[in-house]
């Protein structure tokens, strides 16, 4: 089946550095991707969209300076969380639709910010 | 505002026996219905999907749509232990993906 992978699965960093995190579709090719940030016990916020060959589109509250997200290709997207703080530290998931009925979601992102 | 509403439980069912899960949302434009499976500190994984209005069954698992009450549930027969997580409907409208707050199962043995 389609399979969305997520990389680095967990990462460590110290506060005031920046931290890239890549999505890729592997078998199919996704021209929007879906950033989610979750903190224990929640459900999944929304971060914001990202749309191949162009800006992604932010969520209210999200700071697209901080988090920067680049779509350069059909099968991947990669955020950065700029200057990263402790209150970042958290699980970060991406998801890719395929076709009208189908999400998949990258196996996601434990950042600690210490 | 789009909700997609869960009750966050936890929901508590003895081994064996029927677990239901419901959800329900806000837009009527929503097109296609997701459950997701979450254990703790793991990415959700995709359980069920459905469009059209009735059931659909998956082994153990019947989602169930009903567009004019606007609630999608979940079914799952013959409980496990295993099925112990949380679970999270997703409702979506054009590329837009909106999550319910998720409902967490516990199967006890």
């Known amino acids: 089946g389609a399979v969305v992978s997520q990389h680095p699965s967990w990462v460590i960093c110290k506060s005031g550095t920046s931290v890239k995190i890549e999505c890729r579709s592997l078998d199919f090719q996704a021209t929007t991707m879906f950033w989610y940030r979750q903190f224990p016990k929640q459900s999944l916020m929304l971060m914001a969209t990202?749309?191949?060959?162009?800006?992604?589109?932010?969520e209210q509250g999200v700071e697209k300076d901080k988090f920067l997200i680049n779509h350069a290709s059909l099968t991947l997207s990669t955020l950065t969380v700029t200057s990263a703080h402790p209150e970042d530290s958290s699980f970060y998931i991406c998801?890719?639709?395929?076709?009208?009925?189908?999400?998949?979601f990258g196996q996601g992102t434990r950042l600690t910010v210490v | 505002q789009k909700e997609v509403e869960q009750n966050s439980g936890p929901l508590s069912v003895p081994e064996g026996a029927i677990a239901s899960l419901n959800c329900t949302y806000s837009d009527r434009g929503s097109q296609s219905f997701f459950w997701y499976r979450q254990y703790s500190g793991k990415s959700p994984e995709l359980i069920m999907f459905?469009?059209?209005?009735g059931d659909k069954e998956d082994g153990r698992f019947t989602a169930q749509l009903n567009k004019a009450s606007q609630y999608v549930s979940l079914l799952i027969r013959d409980s496990q232990p295993s099925d112990s997580a949380t679970y999270l409907c997703a409702v979506r409208a054009g590329n837009m993906l909106t999550f319910g707050g998720g409902t967490r199962l516990m199967v006890k043995p």
């Open positions: 990202s749309n191949e060959g162009s800006k992604a589109t932010y």
């Open positions: 459905i469009y059209s209005n």
């Open positions: 998801s890719a639709n395929r076709g009208r009925t189908e999400a998949f």
